[in-house]
């Protein structure tokens, strides 16, 4: 079992920054895997970021060069720095970790882009 809980949403304007946390249960070293992906209003959820437990990253063509997904081993939470926000990442974000071929999510955070 692993439990995830985000925080870092809110409100912010087009170009501004926010930075996302998810803070797992288990050492980030023991997943296979942890992301972030994102659910608009009548659309599919989608994946933003992901980093593998050596260390390689992927992201989103929308979002590459504004995104950057990172970990601390130490407090076993990835970040999503989220760079010249635009309206259309609009959203709320999900937390991701993929444990034994399991998916677990976090509850999810608000993230609004808009002036």
């Known amino acids: 079992q692993v439990q995830l809980v985000e925080s870092g949403g809110g409100l912010v304007q087009p170009g501004g920054s926010l930075t996302l946390s998810c803070a797992a249960s288990?050492?980030?070293?023991?997943?296979?895997?942890m992301g972030w992906y994102r659910q608009a209003p009548g659309k599919q959820r989608e994946l933003v970021a992901a980093?593998?437990?050596?260390?390689?990253?992927n992201y989103a063509d929308s979002v590459k060069g504004r995104f950057s997904i990172s970990r601390d081993s130490a407090k076993n939470t990835v970040y999503l720095q989220m760079n010249i926000l635009k309206p259309e990442d609009t959203a709320v974000y999900y937390c991701n970790a993929l444990y034994r071929r399991e998916n677990y999510w976090g509850q999810g955070t608000q993230v609004t882009v808009s002036s």
């Open positions: 980093i593998t437990v050596g260390g390689i990253t």
């Open positions: 288990r050492s980030v070293f023991s997943l296979n895997a």
